[in-house]
Structure formats: C-alpha cells, structure tokens
C-alpha cells in the first residue's frame, strides 16, 4: 500500500513562512492527484493546494492562492507546500492527501475530503498574531 508521510508543520509569526513536505512510498503522480487540506479546530476539513496527475495543473483555494505555492519533485516522490504570509487563521493541522478517481478534484469541495482514498499523518501548523 502506498503511504504518505507529512512534515514541516511548527509555530511562525503572523507575516512568516514555512515549508511542508509530503513523500509518498511509491511514484504515484501519475496515478492520483495529490495535496493538502488542513483542519482548524471546530472546523470542517478543507481543501487547500492540489496537483492533478500527471504533475500539470494546479489548484489554490482562495483563501491561500497567491501566498501557498504546491510543487512536485518527482525524483524524490514529494510534494511541497511553501506558505508565505501566513495568517493566524491558517492554524490548522495539515494533511497530505491523494486521490485516485475523481470526476471532481475533491480538493475543490469541502463536502467531498471523504471520498479522498489516500492520507499521510497531519502536520500541525501555528500562526501568532
């Protein structure tokens, strides 16, 4: 089974940056689109960044388009979430993601993170005001 193992997550300052990583156990990106959602506390899970197979298009909720880039590093089976900015309503737990068949990328609908077939361990990540 392919597993996704998740890090990077910490404390930062309102206006600071951290990096999140997710490595995946095998090169599945051909086969599964592939991101992050994150969960505040009381919460419903959301969809934040997302990379479609194949390693092409991109997807950013609006919340976080602009200040969260999502890259793909094939050779080392990881994907990267850089979030610059960050606010303190970005405290969440963040949680790598990946899934195999969808007729609506899940990552778009906050009612569809159910359907989602693969998740790595969430990282959690804290913004100070």
């Known amino acids: 089974d392919v597993q996704l193992q998740a890090s990077g997550g910490g404390l930062v300052q309102a206006g600071g940056s951290l990096r999140l990583s997710c490595v995946a156990s095998?090169?599945?990106?051909?086969?599964?689109?592939i991101g992050w959602f994150r969960q505040a506390p009381g919460k419903e899970r959301e969809g934040v960044s997302a990379?479609?197979?194949?390693?092409?298009?991109?997807y950013y909720a609006a919340s976080v388009r602009g200040r969260f880039t999502i890259s793909l590093d094939r050779a080392k089976k990881a994907i990267y979430l850089e979030m610059n900015n960050l606010q303190p309503n970005d405290t969440a737990v963040y949680y790598c993601a990946a899934d195999r068949e969808s007729v609506v990328l899940p990552w778009t609908n906050s009612a569809l993170y159910k359907y989602v077939d693969l998740w790595g361990q969430g990282t959690l990540v804290t913004v100070s005001s």
């Open positions: 990379i479609k197979k194949g390693g092409g298009t991109t």
């Open positions: 095998g090169d599945i990106f051909d086969d599964y689109e």
